[in-house]
């Protein structure tokens, strides 16, 4: 399987647990991983055939800005869900860093890896 990413993504939006938190807004930075076959789009150079990585960046920017959480845990988990709303895409690793939530610590966060679930055979 081939792997399409997406690095340093990064989107403003209210997270955290403390009070303090809950009025302020704070950088996420975002890197995906997520599996698709590129062999379609490769063999024709059509973009409609590719894993149009703009396209959800786009998405998980409006999604997370609009979004207030406490947990980064949460916030990965939606956006894990958000990219395997396409079909095409059959596994995502989600790696979601809290620039500066820890003193003396680059960032801290959550990487998580999520799989299609097969479709069950009705037979």
Known sequence: MDKVFIRGLEVLTTIGVYEW?????????FDLEMGFDNRPAAATDDIKL????ADISNRICE?????VVELVETMAEQV???VLADERVQWV???LTKPGAVPNAEGVGVEIL??????ASTN
């Open 21 to 29: 938190e809950k009025g302020i807004r704070q950088k996420l930075r």
């Open 50 to 53: 590719a894993l149009d990585y």
């Open 63 to 67: 999604h997370v800005s609009g979004k």
């Open 80 to 82: 894990a869900t958000l």
């Open 93 to 95: 690793r989600v790696t």
């Open 114 to 119: 999520r799989h299609r679930t097969p479709v």
